[in-house]
């Protein structure tokens, strides 16, 4: 059998990877000011946060068109593929991954199994890259998604968001965190429930030093409790220099373990705003 991977733009995967690795991203689109851009195609990263500078408009996401999804799988069909394991951003925090279910199986000839990551991000690319890995290696489609599942159990994330109002309109949160997050002027750490995978406010903190102090005890905790490698990654929202500031900080603590550095892009960076900060980990993907 021939598996392809397939995933979205927010996994942060490069073209780089993409082509050593034979994945198929696809571009989720961005509105800003009335025009529609595709995520990584017609605009960059730097694009979009300067365009936000000066923007009057709330940037919004959108869905691929369905027939643009099926084209997609249909040519991977043509190109000789038996099955697609198409990995996607979290189904509580967009409709992609429904859309995707939806027409799974409308391609005679071509078996699609989507896979909700339950996450997005370069974790997400974590997932996928492994995917792509063990398809080079030739491991079956149930051996990948057994692999892919035990990573997933072993995600944590925390982001810390300067403001809430992004996920608000978004709606990617409830108003409620938001009214008393901006009552209290805090510096509210966000996480994915455990039990409905939601975007819930965990703790409300008064400054982001401390926010970040109380990430980095979750960690430390997270570390102490595992019994394989972790692999841990900082993520910024248009904010490089604070996050290389806290990657250093990070590093010079724990100086056996390497920090992947990472960026939300424009989708991601869409509803968490600028300015936002993220320690996220997971089992190394190299011990399975």
């Known amino acids: 059998m021939k598996i392809a991977i397939v995933t979205d733009s927010t996994a942060t995967i ?3 990877e993409a082509a050593q690795y034979g994945i198929k991203v696809i571009p989720i689109p961005i509105i800003l000011d009335g025009k529609v851009y595709q995520e990584d195609i017609d605009i960059t990263t730097k694009q979009f946060y300067d365009m936000l500078k000066t923007t009057d408009s709330f940037p919004s996401t959108s869905q691929p068109p369905i027939g643009e999804l099926i084209e997609i799988y249909e040519n991977l069909k043509n190109e000789g593929y038996d099955q697609v394991l198409s990995i996607h951003l979290a189904s509580t925090i967009s409709g992609f991954m429904n859309n995707v279910i939806s027409i799974s ?35 079956s489609l149930a051996e990948i998604t057994v692999t892919l599942d035990q ?27 938001a009214v008393i997050g901006t009552m209290l002027k805090v510096k509210p750490i966000l996480t994915f429930d455990n039990d409905s995978n939601y975007i819930i406010p965990f703790e409300k903190v008064r400054s982001m030093k401390k926010a970040q102090k109380r990430v980095e005890e979750l960690f430390k905790k997270a ?28 590093e010079e603590k724990y100086p ?13 960076g869409t509803h968490l705003g600028q300015g936002a900060l993220a ?10």
């Not at 390497?258 to 424009?266: A, L, N, R």
């Open 14 to 16: 490069t073209q780089e």
């Open 105 to 139: 199986d409308r391609i005679e000839g071509l078996e699609v199994i989507p896979y909700d990551s339950k996450i997005t991000v370069r974790l997400m690319g974590w997932l996928v890259l492994k995917a792509a890995k063990m398809v080079q290696d030739g491991k």
């Open 151 to 177: 990573l997933v159990a072993s995600m944590d994330e925390y982001f810390v968001v300067d403001d809430l109002n992004n996920l608000v309109r978004g709606g990617r949160l409830s108003n409620a965190g």
């Open 223 to 250: 570390l102490f409790d595992a019994d394989y490698p972790i692999k841990p990654m900082v993520i910024h929202a248009n904010d490089a220099v604070a996050g290389e500031k806290w990657r250093h900080e990070l």
């Open 256 to 268: 056996a373990m390497e920090f992947e550095f990472s960026y939300f892009s424009p989708v991601i």
């Open 279 to 288: 320690l996220v980990w997971m089992r190394d993907p190299e011990s399975l």
